[in-house]
C-alpha cells in the first residue's frame, strides 16, 4: 500500500477556509483509493478522522486546555493561527500564545514567519518515526516541514501550490513568505497547483519550469450538503418579505474583494431595492467593509455575520438567490463549487480559477462593479436563466470530484517513486 506522509497547517472544523476543506476531501478521496496517510499538523487542536492518522508537531494537547477549565473556545483556537494570517493579524493573537505559553509551557514563535520554521522543526521526529513512500505538504505555511522530512528520509517531496504570497497579497509581497516558497518550489520533486493561473505565476515568479507543475483541480464531496433540515433554515425568514438574498463567503480580505461586492450592491439596489446582500466571513477589511456600507447608505440592505460551518454554510448556500465571488486573485474557489452542489446560481470574477472547471456560471471582471450589478439584478430577475444556472450547474458540478484530483496525484506518486532521478537541490 502507498503510504504518503502529508503535511498541513488546518483541518476541519478548525480551519478558515478552502484549505482545510481541500486537504479533508483530498485525504478522504486518497484513503478511499487504497492510500495510507499519515498527516501532520502543527498543534493538537483535537481534529480526528477516522480514515487516516492525524499526528501533530506540538506534543501539547491543547483540546486539555478547556478540560482544564482556562475558559478558552476551542473553535477561535482552532483558527488563531489559520493560513493567510498577515503579521499584524498576528500581533493581535499574540496574548493567546503567551498564555498558552505560560499555562502549558508551550514555546511560541514571535512571529508567525517563526511559527512555521518551529513546525519544521518539530516535524523532523514524526519524519524520523514513521515509514513512508512519498511527502506531500500543502501550501507556505507546510512546506518547510516537508523540506526538513525530505532531508531526513530521502524520499521524494511534492509541493501543493493553493495560493501563492502573489495571489494573496496582490502583489505586496512578504519576502520571508515568498523565500520560503522558491526555496521549497525549487527543492521539490513535483508541484502541484490548483488552477492553469497559479501555475503561470509559479512558473513566471519562482524559478521553476512549467514541466515540473501539474495542475489538478479542487473537486467537491457531494454528499456532505445531503439531508439537511430546511425547516431549521432561519435565513428563510429574510424572503417573505419578498427579498431576494445574494451571498458573499469568505475571507473579508483583499485577495477576496468583498469591498467590488459591496459597490456592486450598491448599484444594484438603485435597480431593485428588494435584495438583501449577505456577507458571511472574517478578516482585516471587516469594519472598513461596515464603514463602506454605511457610507454607500445601504447598511440596512448588507447583513453582517461570522465564518459559516456544517448545516450553517448548507443553509446559506440553500437560501441564497445568488452567490457571488469577487476575488482580485481566486486560485480555484471550491465555495464556487459548493454553490453549484446547493442549486444556487454563481456570480464568479474572470480571476477565479474554477472558471477553468466548471462552465455554467456567469463571470465577470472584479472591478467592474457595473457589470457586475448588472448581472446580479439580471439573473435575480429572469426567471428561466436562473433555473438553468441552478440546475445545468448541479449536474455539471456533480462530475467534479476529489475521487479524479485523488487520481491524479496518486499518479504523480508512483511516477516519482518509480523514477530515481531527483529534482537538483
Not at 506534543?59 to 482556562?70: E, I, P
Request: aromatic share 10%; charged share 25%.
Amino acid at each position: 500500500m502507498l503510504k504518503v506522509l502529508m503535511f498541513g497547517w488546518e483541518f476541519p472544523p478548525f480551519n478558515s477556509g478552502g484549505l482545510g476543506t481541500a486537504c479533508l476531501g483530498l485525504t478522504r478521496s486518497l484513503t478511499r483509493l487504497g492510500t495510507d496517510i499519515i498527516f501532520v499538523l502543527p498543534k493538537n487542536l483535537g481534529a480526528k478522522a477516522d480514515f487516516m492518522n492525524i499526528r501533530c508537531a506540538d506534543s501539547a494537547d491543547y483540546t486539555d486546555l478547556v478540560a482544564r477549565g482556562h475558559g478558552l473556545n476551542i473553535k477561535e483556537l482552532g483558527v488563531f493561527l489559520y493560513p493567510y494570517l498577515t503579521e499584524t493579524e498576528y500581533r493581535e493573537r499574540y496574548d493567546w500564545l503567551q498564555f498558552l505559553q505560560k499555562i502549558n509551557h508551550v514555546p511560541t514563535g514571535k512571529s508567525l514567519y517563526e511559527e512555521v520554521l518551529r513546525y519544521a522543526v518539530l516535524s523532523r521526529q514524526i519524519a524520523r518515526e514513521e515509514k513512508f513512500d512519498i511527502i506531500h505538504a500543502h501550501d507556505w505555511l507546510s512546506f518547510p516541514a516537508g523540506l526538513e522530512a525530505k532531508r531526513i528520509s530521502g524520499k521524494k517531496l511534492v509541493a501543493h501550490v493553493h495560493a501563492t504570497e502573489i495571489e494573496r497579497t496582490g502583489g505586496s509581497v512578504n519576502k520571508n513568505i515568498y523565500n520560503i516558497e522558491k526555496e521549497c518550489l525549487r527543492q521539490a520533486d513535483q508541484i502541484i497547483t490548483v488552477g492553469g493561473r497559479t501555475r503561470d505565476i509559479v512558473a513566471d515568479n519562482y524559478g521553476v519550469t512549467k514541466d515540473k507543475i501539474e495542475v489538478v483541480h479542487n473537486g467537491i464531496d457531494h454528499d456532505y450538503f445531503e439531508n439537511v433540515d430546511q425547516g431549521r433554515n432561519r435565513l428563510l425568514s429574510l424572503k417573505k418579505t419578498g427579498h431576494r438574498l445574494v451571498l458573499f463567503s469568505g475571507r473579508l480580505t483583499i485577495q477576496k474583494g468583498p469591498d467590488y461586492f459591496i459597490r456592486a450592491a450598491q448599484k444594484a439596489l438603485t435597480i431593485d431595492p428588494k435584495i438583501y446582500f449577505l456577507i458571511f466571513g472574517a478578516g482585516d477589511m471587516k469594519n472598513k467593509l461596515m464603514h463602506l456600507a454605511a457610507g454607500l447608505g445601504i447598511s440596512d440592505k448588507v447583513l453582517f455575520g461570522d465564518w459559516l460551518r456544517g448545516p450553517d454554510l448548507v443553509y446559506a448556500y440553500q437560501a441564497a438567490d445568488l452567490y457571488v465571488m469577487s476575488s482580485v486573485f481566486e486560485p480555484f474557489g471550491i465555495m464556487v463549487l459548493e454553490a453549484m452542489m446547493n442549486r444556487t446560481p454563481v456570480l464568479v470574477s474572470k480571476q477565479a480559477g474554477a472558471v477553468e472547471a466548471v462552465k455554467n456560471i456567469l463571470t465577470v471582471d472584479f472591478w467592474d462593479t457595473d457589470e457586475m450589478a448588472d448581472k446580479i439584478v439580471f439573473v435575480l430577475s429572469h426567471g428561466q436563466l436562473h433555473k438553468h444556472l441552478a440546475e445545468n450547474g448541479r449536474e455539471e458540478v456533480k462530475k467534479i470530484t476529489w475521487e479524479k484530483a485523488a487520481d491524479k496525484c496518486i499518479n504523480l506518486y508512483q511516477s516519482l517513486i518509480k523514477n530515481p532521478a531527483c529534482s537538483p537541490a
